[in-house]
């Protein structure tokens, strides 16, 4: 975990990527709130900067969403769309899939069972 200076906060995420096909997988797990959904923002935009464009975000292990990284995923849908992309996501949970519906996301999103589906 990493600490931030000057709070109380742990940053509790773990973000890795893999190529499938055409797509690039960003596979989520523990936390994201206000103090890690920056590293997920920098991980999406370092991905689009390099050029891909087509990405499935795994969140399966993550065990908490906020409002900040609804913001963070809304925010990648767009930036992969100003290049002809997508973001697709992948969640089972019924908690997170609650937060999505409630929020009306499940219409933006286009949200799989398995990284397989999403692919």
Do not use: N, W
Not at 61 to 85: A, I, N
């Amino acid at each position: 975990m990493q600490q931030f200076t000057g709070s109380e906060a742990e940053v509790d995420l773990s973000l890795a990527t893999r190529a499938e096909g055409v797509r690039t997988v960003v596979e989520v797990g523990g936390e994201i709130d206000v103090y890690s959904a920056p590293r997920l923002r920098e991980k999406i935009a370092e991905l689009v900067e390099a050029g891909q464009y087509e990405l499935v975000i795994d969140l399966e292990k993550v065990e908490f969403l906020d409002s900040t990284g609804l913001g963070v995923l809304v925010g990648g849908l767009k930036r992969v769309r100003t290049h002809d992309g997508s973001l697709s996501l992948v969640c089972t949970q019924e908690r997170l899939l609650k937060i999505f519906r409630i929020t009306g996301l499940t219409k933006v999103f286009d949200i799989h069972p398995d990284v397989a589906s999403a692919i």
